[in-house]
């Protein structure tokens, strides 16, 4: 098992005496809680967008990029930045709407499919006249 993606609770388990018996200076938990580039997650669901609603919750990742912050998914892999996490957020909302305007406009069959797909978490907004 990599020690550097485990979680930091399988390891509190552990104990100080367990841990200096099997002959570690220090305590594992330590280690692994000092990761600082782990990814800090969010769940988008609901009516986030002005003409789009998220039919279906994405687990968005926010990591600290160049002195930005990246809002990634691992479903369609889309992306947004910005200085705050807000920001990010936005920009990758504003990438995921144009994604969809773009697949709406093909006709090919891995478009229509990818389209399809996108359409199982994301969806227009209904307009009442």
Known sequence: MDLSSAAVSTYKAVGGSAVARAGYSRPIR?????????????????????????????????????????????????????????????DYLSSLAEYYSLLESYENAPSVELFSYLQTYLRPKRTTT
């Open 30 to 90: 330590s280690y692994t809680s000092s990761r600082s580039n782990a990814p800090f997650q969010v769940t988008l669901a609901g009516d986030l967008f002005r003409d789009f609603v998220l039919v279906q919750p994405i687990v968005i990742n926010l990591e600290l990029a160049d002195g930005k912050i990246i809002a990634s998914d691992d479903v369609f892999y889309m992306y947004g930045e910005g200085h705050t996490r807000q920001e990010a957020v936005r």
